[in-house]
């Protein structure tokens, strides 16, 4: 709008104020003002009509999406356990990954994991407490409101469940990897809490607990809650959606998200392990699997092209996806086109932060070969995501088609491309 | 009221103590923010419902296989798990393989009775997750006998053994310590030493 509108458009302004004041009813006036201000009337039969949305309360005090904009989350696996069930239950739900862009899942489709298939309680905030206790020197009861209280942080962090597994039998990303999701996170730090229960030397474990009916339970060492866990009471600016734990979760950034209690109401600080029946479903005969199934390992999958889509022909795209690690912060993330004779370094499209997505993309000419395309990444502390051939020749194992990676499943994600620009799982 | 009466006489003497008590929790560490509240012991004892390897916070209470088939059949938990524990839509509580008695434990099905490494782990859980709607209403008595129940049908222990919270904490499990065990976790390390990826 240069400055000759914006003062044409004063005038009209104070004309229509003019005739408010002198009491003749402006209607006529301001209609005819706004046809000739608008660059697409709305008049029906004119050649610029576009429809328009109507104003609702609704719309007005909390925002939707365009209804051209459809993605949603759908059951994980496909053809596995339904949500909602017959009884309102919810188990597990995945992300649209397909869809995303840039690295924030908005809350309404990050994913939904419970601990046994549940019902979303519906928590009073005001009636919620969170309550430490245990090896500590001064147990303490918070209201949400006290919570509030003290100094928070906001972080951006990752939640993966452990069901987040690919193979060849999936379509598209949103079931090979949509079981992960980033978000902005606000709470306390759970440090600051447990320095102000007095720690006793004996810690060595806390046990986090939800107020779900089946009171979700888990064991996490005290080193990690010291470290980084976040009591969190916002997510991406607002508070947490009751599918993410309202009022309260706690985050264990880099952990497997059944770690992340949601609807906190207790830490219990203990001298030894708990094994809550979260930690029974993590029992293994080994040592080594069972490392491999806490912290996150460095994973990454290209978003675009992948499953079921489809590029139109031979031309320049850009290969786009998410890269994340539990260990830390990604370092670098390297896309192969070629089926993995070749890597070619991708860049980022934010700044990497420990344990969050990073949006990673490598610019590429397709020539309309059939090919395949994938990627991975190294994380901060060395660790690098391996092609499945890899991992079996370290376990000293023969590789077949459905080999699976022990403990959590970090293992590169190929993308087969047809000649015809169709995108299929390259595991299949 | 003895430190009242010494505290009339002589308060520069007990100011100079409590200034000393004071200054020396300070030094353990006091609170920052003195926000909040205490829990009350009768809250706690409540609330907790975490049960360790050891038993320490079970209730008074006890039962045996004969109760808790009786209490199986009451609360409905054949409902979802079958008759005897299989048959039903919920997860199946004993093995089904034919040859099970003669398998390892690692050869048989995840059983929670069956291959938790104690069965303080088999009445936690059913004490605070069961039954599927009621959960949290079951007596200690209740859980006891169940968890001897269940523990009786795959074998672990005999028909007529009472569990309470001294016997419940002894029981041999089969799987025995023939579980993997964590690391210590270290911020900033790799999962495994030694594992590239």
Known sequence: MDSDQKNSRREMLKASAALAASGITTMGAAGTAQAQAHDHPATPGSENASPMIHGSKEQIEYGHRSKYVNSVRVQHPIGGRPSPDVFGKVFHVASPLQDSVGVITPSSLHYIATTRGSFLPDVDPKLHTLTIHGEVDRPLTLTMDELKRFPSVTRLHFIECAGNRHNGKQMNVQDTHGMTSCSEWTG???????????????????????????????????????????????????????????????????????????FLRRIKVTKDFYMNYNEFGHLTQSDKVLALG????????????????????????????????????????????????????????????????????????????????MSRTTDDIGQKQALREEIADWWKVPFERDYRVPGLDNSVMPWKIAGDGMVTNGLA | MALRKFAMRTPGVVAILLGSL???????????????????????????????????????????????AQVYMQKACVGCHGVTGIGGLAPILRSKLENAETLPVWKKERILPLRAPSATIVWDFINRGMPVGLEGTLKPDEVYALTAYLLFLNKVIPEDQVLDRVSLPKVKMPIGDQYGKLHEFKSNTPRLEGYPY
């Open chain 1, 188 to 262: 306390v730090l759970l440090s600051t809490l447990l320095k102000e229960c007095g720690l006793k030397s004996s810690a060595k474990w806390f046990v986090s607990e939800g107020a779900e009916e089946v009171k979700g339970a888990s064991s996490i060492p005290i080193n990690k809650g010291m470290d980084d866990c976040i009591i969190a009471y916002g997510q991406n600016g607002e508070a947490l959606r009751p599918q993410q734990g309202f009022p309260v979760r706690i985050m264990v950034p880099g952990w497997e998200g059944i770690f992340h209690t949601k």
């Open chain 1, 294 to 373: 806490e912290q996150i390992g460095p994973k990454s999958v290209i978003t675009y092209p992948s499953g079921t889509q489809r590029i139109p022909g031979p031309g320049l795209y850009e290969i786009s996806g998410l890269a994340w690690s539990g260990g830390g912060t990604v370092k670098m993330v390297e896309v192969s086109t070629d089926g993995g004779k070749t890597w070619n370094r991708a860049q980022f499209k934010n700044t990497p932060q420990r344990m969050a997505h990073v949006r990673f993309a490598y610019p590429w000419k397709w020539d309309g070969t059939a090919t395949t395309i």
């Open chain 2, 22 to 68: 004071v200054a020396g929790s300070a030094f353990a560490q006091s609170p920052t923010y003195g926000v909040g509240r205490t829990p009350t012991a009768d809250e706690l004892r409540r609330m907790d419902i975490s049960i360790g390897f050891a038993g320490e916070e079970l209730p008074p209470g006890r039962g045996s296989a004969k109760e808790g």
